[in-house]
Structures are given as C-alpha cells and as structure tokens.
C-alpha cells in the first residue's frame, strides 16, 4: 500500500467518524413520535385499568416544598379515583371520584361530601386546547415509576417550557408532570411512585356512598366554573368572587361588569368554540380574562394557564 | 481650585447663562444608540404594575363604574341571600351539585401536606 493510498484511507475514516454522531442524531429524531399523538394517548388513558401510588409536590419560592401522597385507581372509559393519603397511618383524605357522568367529593374524617354531574373534555378538545395555548415537542423521557416514557414540553410562544409531560411509551399513560412559573422555576411536580399496569381494580371503589350523618356542601356556584383540577374544591365565595384550593395552591376568580371591562394589560387572545380569552402574564403567573354573557371573568392563581383555560370554559352563560 | 481660577462673583448673571449655553451647544450630542439604551434600562428598572392592578386601574377610571359595580355587586348579594334562604335542592340540573352557595366553611385542606424533601428518584 503507497503512501498516497494510506492518507486516503485515513481521511475517509475520519470522515465516517465525523459523520457518525451526526447520523444517529438524524436516526434518533426520525424515531420520536409525533408530540400530538402523545398528548392525545395520554388525554384518552390506556386501554387497560391500572393502580398506583402518586407524589404531588408543590416548590413554593423561598418556602419548603411541600408534598402529598395519592392513591390513584382507574378503569377505562373515565373511571377514576383518587384518594389522598394523611399522616404516617396513611388514612384517607379527601377522596376524589369520576366515573365519566358525575363527579364526587368525599372527607369521611370531615363527615363532608359534595357531587354533581362532570363536564367532561375529550381527548381531541383537550389537543385542541392545549395545542393552542402553547407548542409542543418531543424528547426521550427516561424512566418513570420503572417504566419508559417520551417527555413532552409545552413551551408558551415565546420559548419558555410552561409544563413538561412524561408518557408511558407503551400504554400512554401520563406517569409524570411538571409545571413551571415565567422565570423557569418548578411550581409542582406530579409523579406515579409505584405503578400497576395492568390491573383491574374492583369497581366497588368507583362508587361514592357517603358516610352515614355526612352532610352535602358547596362545590360550584351559580355563574362560575363548573370545572376545578381533581383534589381542588371551593374554599371562598361571595357575589363577585371565590376561590378553590387543594390546600397548596390557590384559583381564583373575579368577576366584573362587562362595561367596565379590562384595558391596557399586556396580553395575548386566543379562541376556543367561539370564545376570546386573553391571557396575561406577570412575574406572579397568569392570568385569565374571558367575556361571558355580561360578565367579565378574570382566573389567576398556582395553575398554568391550560388549566386555568378549560377552567374559564366551564363557566356557563346561563343567567 | 485656585484663586485664578475661579469665577469673580460679580460676573453678570446674563453672561453667565450666555457662557452657560455655549457650553451646552458645544459639547457632543449624545450617540443616539446610547441614549435608546439608556431609556431601555430605565423603562426595565420602573416598577412595573401587575396585570390585576392594571386591570382594577381601568374598572376604577370610570367615575359610572363604581355605579356599575355597585349596582352588579348589591344585585349578586340578592340572588345570594334568595339562594341561601330558599330550601337547597340536593343537586341543580342547571348549574350543577349547588347544596348550599353560602356560607362556604372551608375545611383544613393544608392539613393534607406534609413536609417534603422535594425530591425526585426517577430518572425522567
């Protein structure tokens, strides 16, 4: 082999070398799923029942974080149950069930319990929503729970990440979320600690029997939302205002007279089913403005603004 | 500063401001991109107020809003009292499972949260 022919082959082989990374690079992004996809398997839930145990964690800025311990059980076609876990005994909190028609609200320790009828979202509306409130992609997720997943962030216009999703690769299931505030911190991290998947919990749990001398309380007044996050309930009321709360983070909604509505804030309009809502940010978070019949509602608080959207959506223009 | 250098006191006000403005007039404008700057970083710097403050500003800038207001406000009280005083229906088919819309008592729901090390064991 001549000298000329030896350079040769070295400059090919540092060539393929070079390329290599590159390569695999275009290899492992052909092979992401499509972000929308995801979303939407997660927004529908996995074709089989599954059981588990849930962390939800709450960053508060220059506090101690803050955690709680549910017991998740669910079944397809929108059954569900979630049972929060006080103390080292691990008795039951407040116990949250949805079976797709009516919504239920149980604290056997406070003889309490609320119910109604759900406003359910499907799966495409829930796309739809989020889709448009913020951009999605997707990523590797690693391992949570013991299982494989794809991370999904929903980045607002301008680039921040607002919430990060992380679905199991194999059922859809979503094992774990993070949301986050404008300047980047962690506001509350939710994740499956022990996951069975399948399973078939009995179907007795999905049924809400309140104790014997419990007594009914609010849970949705008249003219404001009729949906709140699972675990949130109705903490404060009066004429132009209330309040829901899990006990760590905080919605609230006011309500004006539409003659006097808002002018001059920073924002950006977005519509849903012929809806305008604007959104308005600070460093505090967001906030929600949207015109129903004659009232101006305003929602801000501890969600990020997809969730304080489908809240804002479930107020009826019926007076 | 020496003594010869110093301004005499009994220099005529007139020619003061007229040495004033000439020295004004004859010192470089300011570049323009600096002055931009400048102004950015002051904007940046002024406390800004928050989207509700902004918001309640312009509900209170109409003197006939606080009548708006008042009037929404004293009819919501009234439908209010009318609900609480009427016999509460276990559920409402219009506006959902209504037992009672005041008084809300509130139960100690921050007793559900514990301490947490905030961290995260998973690798996601």
């Not at chain 1, 955690?67 to 049972?83: D, F, I, Q, S």
Request: hydrophobic share 40%; charged share 25%.
């Amino acid at each position: 082999m001549t000298v000329e022919m030896k350079m040769k082959a070295e400059l090919l082989l540092s060539l393929m070398i070079l390329a290599m990374p590159a390569a695999a690079r275009s290899r492992a992004r052909r092979s992401l799923p499509a972000p929308e996809a995801l979303v939407l398997k997660a927004l529908a839930g996995p074709a089989t029942g599954y059981t588990g145990l849930m962390r939800v964690q709450m960053f508060r800025p220059g506090g101690k974080p803050k955690g709680v311990t549910v017991a998740v059980a669910a079944l397809p076609g929108g059954r569900v149950r979630r049972e929060t876990k006080m103390g080292r005994r691990k008795t039951a909190g407040l116990i949250c069930v949805r079976d797709g028609r009516t919504a239920s609200l149980s604290w056997p320790a406070q003889k309490r319990s609320w119910s109604g009828p759900d406003r359910i979202e499907s799966p495409e509306a829930g796309l739809a929503r989020l889709s448009a409130l913020y951009e999605l992609a997707v990523s590797t997720g690693g391992l949570v729970a013991k299982h494989t997943t794809w991370r999904v962030n929903l980045s607002v216009p301008g680039g921040r990440v607002r919430r990060s999703l992380w679905v199991d690769r194999a059922s859809g299931l979503l094992l774990k979320s993070e949301n986050y505030r404008p300047d980047g911190t962690l506001a509350r991290r939710e994740r499956f600690m022990k996951l069975a998947l399948p399973s078939d919990p009995d179907a007795s749990v999905f049924r809400m029997e309140p104790a014997a001398g419990t007594h009914p309380a609010a849970s949705f007044v008249p003219g404001f939302p009729r949906w709140a996050p699972d675990g949130f309930m109705l903490v404060e009321a009066s004429s132009s205002r209330v309040r829901y709360s899990d006990g760590a983070a905080n919605v609230t909604v006011e309500v004006f007279p539409a003659q006097a509505g808002p002018r001059g804030t920073n924002s950006r309009t977005v519509k849903f089913a012929g809806r305008e809502l604007k959104i308005a940010e600070d460093k505090e978070g967001y906030a929600i403005v949207t015109l129903v019949g004659s009232r101006f509602y305003v929602f801000f608080g501890d969600l990020p603004e997809d969730e304080l959207v489908r809240m804002a959506l479930s107020v009826e223009d019926g007076r | 500063m020496s003594d010869e250098e110093r301004m005499p006191d009994d220099l005529d006000p007139r020619l003061l401001r007229a040495m004033k403005a000439a020295l004004i007039a004859s010192a470089p404008p300011m570049p323009s991109d600096l002055k931009a700057e400048l102004k950015r970083m002051a904007r940046a710097r002024a406390p800004r107020p928050s989207w509700l403050e902004l918001l309640r500003q312009s509900l209170s800038a109409r003197p006939w809003a606080y009548g708006a207001g008042a009037a929404f406000a004293a009819a919501g009280l009234m439908i209010m009292l009318r609900l609480s005083s009427a016999p509460s229906p276990a559920t409402d088919p219009v506006t959902g499972p209504v037992a009672r819309v005041v008084p809300v008592s509130a139960p100690p729901l921050a007793d559900l949260w514990t301490d947490d090390d905030g961290g995260d064991e998973d690798e996601g």
